[in-house]
């Protein structure tokens, strides 16, 4: 019997269609749109100009606070405006637009950059590193890396989990990347356990990505205190909360985060960037995404300059086809829809899938025939039914003592109600309410 | 038969009794003393409830006007400046007179001028899709169709026009309570002054892109030209954000920047028809009767 | 593109391919084999019986949606479907079509429509139908045509008494359990299904069968049948253990009478049953008990009806009190 977390989940038809793909290089872009907020918490403070030459890697947009992060150029051109490009609502966001010069020598060198094996950095320096290469939770969370590994006093770590899960369905960016940059993995993972002092990880894979599963196998042969474990196919099992859960038997308190059990999790897309950062000095500026999607020409996994338009990618992987719905921003369980493919790929864009019309529409929601589904699949033990409800005639306090701040987000509720309900989409407002309501501290 | 009818009465006599005694004992030891007054308020408010003073209804607006020495700056929107002096008076307090004002729709995007660029499935209420997205057109600031102003609305002074997908207020039942400036996720609801004969004059927009942005995504949309700054002869127009405002407060209704405005998105309510010099202001006026509805 | 602009919308972006109208079906199939069973006992009138009593259900629910409430009609949805064929199972073959009528006005415009429609009803439509025939009309609700008997002619009906109204009658008249069993058919003959009774009521194996089939399908889950049962068949075990000459045997509880159909197709409605597992076992406990209390010690030989809509009632209160135990809850962060 694999390990999984016990209450609730779904399995969704995976639709892994690019799990065979080898990761390409996307074409350079001629412009990149640099979105200053590309990160949870406070955006990043523009500090170049117009007119401005940039290098890659060079910093654009200055950490704004703590739960912050730095933003760099991810081509070498010269800034052409200063100006506002949608977010993945549809929201104009301040964004930086650099014109890539196709000669400069620095776009051009994608060389193979050796692996380096050896750790020489000092731990304090591994954590300064991470937080100024602008790296941030890549699985989709987006929270600041270096936020999640600073210990404050009396906290504790004995276990270092590397979310390799990718419970979404249709996306293959990160399983990918465990195929291709294991080692490098490997390396990242060590220089975090260097860095928090940590004496053991373990890599959580679903096991319907085996041939990773027997990669990271290999790799950690007689290395005791790095394991790899396989874990059953269940979403939303890539939830910190349910992957810690699944993995140590540890349930993370209510309202806390895995720090308070001991534990600290990161996804693997996100080691890769800490290991280019620490040991090649090279800050976050391309990421892996995923594009996908039944009727696309050429599915494809690209690494991705940060602020490439969603357009350019569509295009590489055989353009727009005929008959789509819908586009969407991550996966399908919890991806955005997007409004116009002018939308740039930040740091948290694991994927684009394009949907076509048979799917993309909803279904007409009819009364609640109370079957109890929602409560069976809730990976948090909540009943969603009923905090549908609450929203809905704005019993907000109520909704905040069923616990409506703790749902994750997952959408197993929505995707399983018979009726098809709009359940996620009124919980994710009455939390919006809720939140205001009684302003608690966020813990960092 | 004597022996159980005579057992039923006394046992219902003596819960009855005991009823009575827990009930006695009950209201006086958890007796609330009740200020007469506030229920004397209470009856000269307009008992409609609607939250608009910021009190939860009108007894708990009584309540505070009751309890607090100085009331000038309470105000009940829905009875007006005609209740408030009932009510100094019954409290021999001092209460400020204020400009009775009305709702407006900041914004003219209809479906006609603000084109549909892409398809919202889901709850169809403002405050959900306002979450989601930036809405169905490509302006995000514009009104977004789905009518939370109209349920807020306890009044009936609202309805969705279904030719322009806007709301509509109905200015003659407007009690300027302000639910619906609350409930509009965008803002797009203002209260305005009820000048004389309900004469408004204000700018029908909120969009803040750069004028061709807002151009393109709806064309009644404010393009931050400055024209109407420029004919105004009192100063009450201000341009901020590409965006022009008319502050009611130096407004006097003059009318010189109606007809300057490129977009038309100036809208002047319940004017008389212009004279035949300016034939482009006039079909606007005409347009401005048919879209205000009520005002006519 | 330009056609047909792009749709926005919250995720998820993909659904299950369950829809309220698949469970609505998937409930019409699993009936299929005991209807069957109530034709080939009872012949015609089985079959016109479960024919009114669904018409009766849709045409209620279509006249009264499109003219009295003026709501979408719903009829296709299925739910009125089912609540006539439960209806139909719960009543003896060859009562008077109008009374299957009024049964029927009951169900959809009195449990149901009034509630608000599906989704909303606190009691289970059929089964406060039933509940109302059988107390309105006592007779004709419980004149039980012979199985295999009469199963040509509704004219000459052979009537004969259900297992569960043999035994409360011999008890009353001061007969033993050895003498009342002598009369009564074997076990084998009511898991099988040849003995009088409601049209539904008849083969255990195949309500059997289909309660198979729906937790198979996950329409339902076997926590609420599999407890009513289970309580049935312990609390009339303990009263059969103390006096085996007073009380019948707990075999005979579970195959006579309509607990079978009731645990698995009645009290399993997922309007008005509980939402979460804890729930469902508490409400079930709760039918099994009341069901026995009645058959025991009521003036009715039969309980499971009023079980049901009594444990409907309590439905609310027990979602209220057994939630699911909320993630993180269990403890304070276990420290090392």
Known sequence: MLRTFPKGGIHPPENKLTSGRPIRRLPLPKEVYVPVSQHIGIPAEIVVDRKDKVQRGQVIAKSGGFVSSNIHAPVSGTVTKLDKIIDTRGYKKQCIVIRTDPRDPSNLEEANYPLIDEITTEPSEILERISQSGIVGLGGATFPSHVKLHLREGQHLDCLIINGVECEPYLTADHRLMLEKGPEILVGIRILMHALGVPRAIIGIENNKRDAIAIFGELTRGNPDIRVAALQVKYPQGGEKQLVRALLNREVPKNGLPLDVGVVVHNVGTIFAIYQAVQHNRPLTERVVTVTGKRLANPSNFWVRIGTPVADLIAAAGGLPEGTRKIVSGGPMMGKALKSTDVPVTKGTSGILIIPEDEASRGEPAACIRCGECVSVCPMGLEPHLLMNLTEKSMFKRAAAEDILTCIECGSCSYVCPSHRPLLDYIRFGKSITKQLEPKNPAP | ?296 | MSDAPIIVSASPHVHSDRTSRKLMYDVVIALVPAFLVSVYVFGIPALITTVTAVAACLIFEYLIQKYLMKVPVTIADGSALITGILLAFNLPAGIPLWMIAVGGLVAIGIAKLSFGGLGYNVFNPAMAGRVFLLVSFPVQMTLWPTALENNTSLVDAITGATPLGMIKEGVQYGQSMSEISASLPSALEMFLGVTGGSLGEMSALALLLGGAYLIIRRVISWHIPVTVLATIAVMTAIFWWLDPEHYANPLIHILSGGAILGAFYMATDLVTSPVTKKGMVVFAVGIGALTVVIRLFGAYPEGISFAILIMNAFVPLINTYFKPRRFGSRIKAKML
């Open chain 2, 1 to 296: 038969m004597t022996d159980s009818i005579l057992n039923s009465v006394l046992l219902l006599a003596g819960l009855g009794t005991l009823a009575a005694l827990i009930l006695y004992l009950v209201s006086k030891r958890f007796y609330v003393f009740d200020d007469p007054m506030i229920g004397r308020v209470e009856e000269l408010l307009p008992a409609a409830n609607c939250a608009g003073c910021g009190s939860p209804g009108c007894r708990a607006f009584a309540e505070k006007l009751v309890k607090s020495e100085d009331i000038s700056d309470l105000f009940c929107p829905v009875g007006g400046n005609e209740v408030m002096k009932l009510v100094a008076e019954a409290l021999g307090k001092e209460v400020v007179e204020k400009d009775p004002t009305v709702a407006v729709v900041r914004c003219q995007g209809s479906c006609e001028v603000r084109p549909k660029t892409t398809v919202y499935q889901g709850p169809r209420t403002c405050a959900i899709s306002a979450l989601i997205y930036s809405g169905e057109t490509d302006c995000q600031y514009g009104c977004l169709g789905d009518g939370d102003c109209v349920a807020a609305c306890k009044f009936d002074a609202m309805y969705m026009d279904e030719a322009t997908g806007l709301p509509v207020v109905i200015t003659d039942k407007c009690t300027s309570c302000g639910m619906c400036v609350e409930a509009c996720p965008r803002d797009i609801i203002e209260m305005r002054p009820k000048k004389k004969r309900d004469l408004k004059i204000y700018v029908g927009c909120l969009n803040e892109e750069k004028g061709g942005i807002a151009k393109r995504a709806c064309s009644v949309a404010c393009i931050g030209c400055s024209k109407c700054l420029d004919v105004c002869p009192k100063e009450a127009i201000v341009i901020e954000n590409n965006l022009a405002y008319i502050d009611p407060a130096y407004c006097t209704l003059c009318r010189k920047c109606v007809p300057v405005c490129p977009t038309h998105s100036i809208i002047e309510t319940n004017f008389p028809p212009r004279k035949e010099k300016n034939p482009v202001a006039d079909t606007l006026a005409g347009d401005q009767g048919v879209k205000s509805g009520s005002d006519a």
